[in-house]
Each structure stands twice: as C-alpha cells, then as structure tokens.
C-alpha cells in the first residue's frame, strides 16, 4: 500500500468536527478556518481514498458508514493530543486546544520517529526524507512548546524527561490516524493493512507462525511485521503504539495500567538437555543432581528465570551459579547440542527436537512452574477489521492440541 497524503492535522479535525455539526460552513467558523478550506480538506482526502465519507443534502452534509469510522479515529487522535497539551500549560496567547490547532503532521512524524532512531540521520533514514527537513520540523514543535526536547549530542540525540513524557500521546495520535485510513480502505474490501506483533520466545514455534499462515490464507495482502526481542522494549513499544500487541508469558501483576492482558492457556516449564545427557541415565533426578548442572537461563526479570530459581529455594538449595543468560532459542538450542548444559523451557517450543531424538525433555516434574501465555494490549486499543482477524487466528492457533 502507498503511503497517504493526509490533510493538515487542523484540517482533519475540521472533518471531525463537520461531521458532528452536519455543516462545513459551522466547522469553519469553530475552528477558524475558510468554508472552502474544509471543503477542498473533504474533497480532496475523499479522492485520495477513493471513498465517500460524506453524503450531500440541501440540508448539510452526513458522514457515510466510512466516514464515521475515519471520524472517530481522529476523535480519538485528537484526544492523545489533549493529553500532549497537558503537559505543557498554557502561556501567554495559548488557549485549550492550543497544540491541536498549530502542531502539524510533519512535525508530528518527525518527533516521534527522533525519539525512536536517537539520531537525525536514521529518523530521516526511516522517513524517507532529507535530514534537514526532520531538523527544521524537530526545531519548530521545539518552538512550539517552549522548551528544548533533545539533549544534543556527539551520540546522537538524546530525548529529555519532556520529550519522554510528550512522544507517547503523540505517537498515539498518529497511530490512530493511521488505523482510521485503514479502516476506510477494509470498508471497501482492500485488506492490505499493516499488524506489527510483538513476540516472545514461546509463541514463535508454532502458536504465531501458524496464525500468520491461517491469516494470509484470507488476506493474502495483509502486511505483517514480526518483532522479537526483550520484554521491556516489546512493552514500550507497545505503549507508545509501535507494536499492535504482544503475544507470549504475561506479567503478572500487570507491568502498567496502560496495558490490559488477556490469557490464552497456561503451560508449565520442562528441564530440557541433550539427547545423551549423563543425567538421562538416572531414573529420578534429585534437586541436588540438577543442582550440579550447568544452565542457560532467561534473563532476570523473565518469569522462567524467577520459577528457575524458586524451584531450588523450594528444595533448600543454593541456585546454581554456573549459568548462560540467553533469550534467543536457536543460541539455547545450539548450545545444549554442543554442551552438557541443561535448560528449563516450554516442551512445546521444543516438540520437534524432542520428535527427532536430538533433545529431550527430563522426567522430572517442576510444580509451580505454570506460565500464562497469552495477549497484552494497550487498554482501550480498537482493532482493525485485520488486527482482529490476525487475534482470532491467534486464539484458534493456541487452542489447538500441540
């Protein structure tokens, strides 16, 4: 899908706001714009989605089935704005809704994507525009706010406790914004909308995989984006709307009120090794046995690790010292091949290993061990029509047996 020229931020709420008031002439005049400003906004975001998003009557003018969903997206755009305005309060001329009438797309983009990239370069780089003109707007919303929002320096820029606080609500606003486009092309059968999933190591076996392939099936065009990668930065990418949602072991208490969970099943952990491990060669491996082991553990912080360690405190044993922290399943998968060292995970992650002779999994019961495995979405998220598809194939993936 091409990317959309949309109108002016201040131009789409006048398309909001037309839609409540049933007059472009009323929008106008409540936001202080020209009628045939609003009109043209219409008009011409009208051709570039090849859709009516208002019928015409000598009456007014009515936003269509389409144009009440690209309305309501921009309603809650300009609601994430609301949230930036209070960050800042107002001075001298600024008046309630001051950023909403001067911030720009542009500037917007711009911002956000600084934040992410932490240079200039690689903000324009994934842009797709000139270093300059991310400067320019950079310095302009700079402006706008009164304030500096980059430290910057010979690494690059570094966002400030503002700039922090301000990228999420206007990150978000640009989400919404986008989904709103998306969902005007579904209306009109095009499903060849984006679903950026954030994934943890369980769920990239088969629970994923299998839900993207059942969901190409129906949307051969659907545009998918896999990210791995530690839990802290899948959250705040997920936060600030980089990611739709994150599929794996939930947190439990929930990290953020930001963010609301949803259990798939639970699943407990297995002591994986070798196939040939010396250890197989006893029928019942005691806690002192697995003491004297070598590990390759998740990462503090990671529920595996914390039920890897509660296992031996439960024993009243000391945790074993001699450990590999590794996320990655082909690094732990490589490195038990090659290795005595032994690991706790899900059986399933390794059902075909297991399957094939080349690992296996301990006859040793870990009690209190069960995971939940499930969705973590922002609270309040609205999916698209192929966000949602892509979480009922999710959900029908981990029901399945296996």
């Known amino acids: ?24 002439r009323a929008a106008a005049d409540a936001l202080h714009l020209t009628q045939p400003a ?4 219409i008009a011409r975001l009208e051709a570039t989605l090849e859709t009516p998003l208002f019928t015409r009557s000598p009456s007014g003018v009515y936003p269509t ?34 950023l909403r009438d001067v911030l720009t797309l542009v500037q917007a983009r711009a911002f956000v994507q600084t934040v992410r990239a932490g240079s200039l370069t690689l903000a324009a780089q994934g842009l797709g525009v000139s270093q300059p003109s991310i400067n320019r707007a950079v310095r302009e919303l700079e402006l706008l706010v009164g304030r500096d929002l980059f430290d910057r320096t010979p690494r690059g820029m570094e966002p400030t406790r503002e700039a922090r606080a301000l990228v999420r609500p206007i990150a978000l606003a640009l989400t919404e914004i986008e989904q709103g486009v998306q969902e005007v092309r579904e209306q009109r059968g095009m499903m060849d909308g984006a679903v950026t999933v954030g994934c943890l190591p369980l769920a990239r076996t088969r629970i994923l995989p299998q839900a993207v392939l059942a969901l190409l099936d129906d949307f051969p ?14 959250l705040d990418d997920l936060r600030h709307g980089g990611i739709d949602f994150i599929l794996g072991a939930l947190r439990q208490p929930v990290p953020t009120p930001e963010i609301e969970q949803e259990e798939l ?46 296992f031996f405190h439960r024993a009243g044993l000391t945790v ?67 966000q949602a598809a892509l979480l009922d194939c999710i959900r029908a993936s981990a029901a399945a047996p296996g």
Do not use: N
């Open 1 to 24: 899908m091409d990317p959309i020229v949309l109108p002016k931020l201040r131009l789409l709420r006048a398309i909001a706001v037309t839609a409540k008031l049933g007059q472009t």
């Open 38 to 41: 609003v009109t043209q906004a």
């Open 65 to 98: 089935d389409s144009g009440l969903r690209l309305v309501a997206r921009i309603d809650r755009a300009f609601d994430h704005l609301a949230v930036a305005e209070r960050l800042f309060p107002p001075e001298g001329r600024r008046g309630a809704g001051w």
């Open 221 to 234: 065009d659907a545009r998918l984006r896999i990210v791995d990668g530690a839990y802290a930065d899948l």
């Open 265 to 310: 099943f639970r699943e407990p952990l297995s002591i994986i090794v070798r196939r040939g491990h010396p250890i197989l060669t006893l029928a019942a491996p005691s806690p002192a046995d697995l003491a004297a082991l070598d590990w390759i553990v998740a990462a503090p912080g990671a529920p595996a690790r914390q039920q890897f360690e509660d």
């Open 320 to 386: 074993p010292r001699r450990l590999i922290e590794c996320g990655s399943l082909i690094a732990t998968r490589s490195l038990m091949l090659g290795s005595d060292r032994a690991t706790v995970l899900s059986a399933r992650q390794v059902s075909h290993d297991v399957a094939t002779g080349q690992l296996a999994v301990l006859p040793v019961p870990l009690p209190e061990t069960d995971r939940a495995i499930g969705l973590a979405t922002r609270k309040g998220w609205q999916p698209t029509r192929l």
